[in-house]
């Protein structure tokens, strides 16, 4: 699987000019948290997504990618085929690394903006998907891309629980306070791959358990729910103003 940022990009840019505007497809994933300067690691795959707005036009949207990316040059197998997700893997000859396109379905809050490879999810969708991934799956690049975010200072923890719940209504801080100590359990070679050192690691996992033990301290008058409360989108402060 191919991690070359500047090949992703050139396919992303390829497949969304293929699918046009009227389909709606836009960047997400970690390429959009990346496009947005959070992060510059590998990331694993193309993630391009639509909205069920947008649906009808997903067929002949995934003709036009898959007709355009043989057309500059790649080997397109249809791995997966639904009528709201595609998965496509591309080579160009067995010497290069395979890349995955996933091409699918999801809700998004605000409207794409665009950037130099095309449409590309908002900043605040793409960062609030990257926090609902950490509390729901937890895998190890969910914690770090959550890191740099934080480390961004573009985003405060607060805001950053707030969109996690928008991009998921099942959201628990409960839960996510247990993600956040589960940390403990990332070995330095599953990190290694993205070039993060075992002292980077424990960098990473310091934050995050205080983190964890910060949403816990919080009082129960606090707009955030503490420990063992469900997030409730309406009791939450709106920080966009």
């Known amino acids: ?141 969910d914690y770090l891309d959550v890191d740099r975010i934080r480390a961004s200072g573009r985003y405060r923890d607060r805001r950053l629980i707030e969109l996690g719940h928008r991009a998921d209504l099942g959201f628990e801080i409960t839960q996510f306070v247990r993600r956040l100590e589960e940390v403990g359990r990332i070995q330095p070679f599953e990190v290694a791959i993205y070039e993060v050192s075992p002292e980077q690691l424990r960098a990473v996992k310091d934050r995050c358990l205080a983190w964890a033990r910060e949403l816990c301290a919080r009082p129960v008058g606090d707009p955030i729910p503490p420990c063992g409360q469900v997030a409730d989108s309406d009791g939450m402060p709106d920080s966009r103003n």
């Open 1 to 141: 699987m191919s991690r070359d940022a500047s090949e992703q990009r050139r396919i992303a840019r390829i497949a969304l000019e293929a699918a046009g505007p009227e389909a709606g497809f836009a960047l997400a994933g970690s390429g959009a948290i990346r496009e947005h300067g959070f992060i510059n690691r590998p990331t694993e795959d193309v993630d391009l997504f639509t909205t069920q707005s947008a649906q009808h036009e997903f067929a002949s949207a995934l003709e036009r990618v898959v007709a355009a990316l043989q057309e500059a040059g790649y080997d397109v197998e249809i791995r997966e085929q639904h009528p709201c997700f595609s998965r496509l893997v591309l080579s160009r000859g067995s010497a290069e690394p395979a890349v995955t396109v996933d091409l699918g379905v999801d809700w998004r809050a605000e409207d794409p903006v665009r950037l130099a490879v095309g449409p590309v999810l908002a900043p605040d969708d793409a960062v609030g998907n990257k926090v609902a991934a950490l509390f729901s799956r937890g895998e190890a690049r």
